[in-house]
């Protein structure tokens, strides 16, 4: 028989720990590897266009690549800052305010899409170019963003409804939407570059095809039977005391995706200040690779987070405390098997998307010392994905500026002068910004690890209701 909806909440409040995280997290995971083929597929056939042209298309997306991060990031602000909150609720068993902030994100989403789309899609030219775009990459990007912007709305109603598909405890249901866009998204590829002759054009109408299938099964789901949360018109008004909480808990997850785009543009125009068109595009590969190793992290705290928000709001600590454990555990496992490989094999992530010499050259160079840092990614994915689970907005907030804006950036910026300057161990300018990463990642995970120490002490003591949407 199918499950009923509490029969689902009771499973988040009663089901042994460890059986849960892994029925929750390995949909999760495999849903995040998914999401990342809709980038990694576009780049592999990209990669393979004809001549010096696959280079430069590489180049041209690496750049664009960061707009198209801003726009997943407002989906996550919306869906991650609301679905916790929603989770909570249901866990007090105050489910009309869960579907209140479900109907409000809705609203948000619609209403972000229209607005990113009419700001970025004229603006994009410009916006390339402050990037880092030559006159032979500027063409490559400004293409695919010219089709991929008109997708907007499809990708902020897939990416952010999803996260109130998990919250609810259907985490095969969530991997399904993003299994369904990635396969149409397979099959599309190579008949609009290739086929059509459409080159990147044809990768961004493939994308954004996928996402608007994804997004028809999303909007499908909440209509539907399963879904706990239902589409109330009185909840579709946007209230102030609904939104700014699920802003200020999204704040986090935004910013920790907004700010990719930051580095990647920080990265971008160092490459090419220090380097060229190949640096360009081997760090422009070097960090999708490190986005497409974090995704099991992603998937397997994303996956947990339910269960900790829902036992929050039930003040069942044990039973926080004990998801917790499990999630160190698993995130720090998965963060060394990652480390291990990329040492190992570097050239097998480089291969899979351009054989040229030179880029493959870089590329495994630079991945080596841009991926070191990785093996506390654990730590500090664990810690942060458990505070977002625990509406604690300010530390989350804090924690997600601490590693990009704080560290990273700051230092992309200075050790390539430092070591251009004193010319420190005979280095290069291109490698002071490939040491940048591990170093902010490391001092990152030591300074979350001990701020979640000291706070969930605190938190997870506390006696009586404690949760509050305002934390």
Request: charged share 10%; net charge positive.
């Amino acid at each position: 028989m199918p499950q009923t909806g509490n029969a689902k909440e009771n499973i988040l409040g009663t089901a042994p720990i460890g059986r849960l995280i892994v029925k929750m997290s390995v949909p999760t995971i495999v849903a995040q590897l998914i999401n990342a083929l809709y980038n990694i597929v576009d780049r592999i056939y990209i990669g393979r266009l004809p001549g010096d042209e696959g280079k430069l298309a590489l180049a041209g997306l690496g750049i664009a690549f960061p707009i198209i991060m801003v726009i997943s990031a407002f989906a996550a602000l919306i869906g991650m800052g609301g679905a916790p909150l929603a989770a909570i609720r249901m866990g007090e068993g105050n489910r009309n305010r869960a579907e209140e902030i479900f109907g409000n994100c809705l609203v948000s989403l619609i209403i972000l899409s229209l607005v990113l789309t009419a700001i970025l899609l004229p603006s994009r030219n410009q916006l390339l170019l402050w990037f880092g775009a030559s006159e032979n990459t500027l063409s490559y990007g400004s293409d695919y963003l010219a089709i991929y912007l008109l997708g907007t709305i499809f990708v902020q109603l897939s990416l952010g409804l999803n996260n109130f598909i998990t919250a609810q405890g259907f985490s095969t249901m969530s991997m399904l939407t993003v299994l369904i866009g990635a396969v149409v998204n397979i099959v599309l590829d190579p008949v609009f570059i290739f086929g059509f002759g459409m080159g990147v054009r044809g990768a961004a109408l493939a994308t954004i095809i996928a996402q608007a299938v994804s997004a028809v099964w999303v909007l499908l789901f909440f209509f539907g039977k399963k879904t706990m949360l239902r589409v109330r018109r009185e909840a579709l008004r946007i209230k102030a005391s609904v939104m700014l909480p699920v802003l200020s808990l999204g704040v986090s997850p935004f910013i920790m995706q907004s700010t990719e785009s930051l580095v990647q543009i920080t990265f971008t125009a160092g490459m090419q200040k220090y380097g060229n068109d190949d640096y360009v595009g081997a760090i422009a590969l070097i960090i999708t690779c490190m986005q497409v190793v974090m995704m099991p992290l992603m998937g397997y705290s994303q996956g947990a987070q339910p269960i900790v928000s829902y036992n929050y709001g039930a003040q069942q600590y044990d039973r926080v405390k004990k998801c917790f454990q499990y999630m160190i555990l698993g995130c720090s496992g998965i963060a060394i098997f990652c480390w291990l490989f990329v040492q190992l094999f570097p050239e097998t992530l480089i291969y899979l998307f351009n054989d040229d010499p030179t880029l493959v050259e870089i590329g495994v160079y630079g991945i080596r010392i841009f991926m070191f840092g990785i093996f506390m990614s654990g730590v500090q994915n664990a810690c942060q994905s458990t505070l977002v689970a625990l509406g604690q907005a300010k530390i989350s907030m804090f924690l997600a500026l601490l590693r990009k804006i704080i560290l990273l950036i700051p230092l992309a910026l200075i050790l390539p002068v430092l070591i251009t300057h004193t010319g420190l161990f005979g280095l290069s300018g291109t490698d002071g910004l490939f040491l940048a990463e591990p170093v902010a990642d490391i001092l990152a995970a030591v300074t979350t690890g001990t701020v979640f120490w000291v706070k969930s002490r605190k938190l997870l003591q506390t006696k009586g209701s404690t949760v509050s949407e305002n934390a």
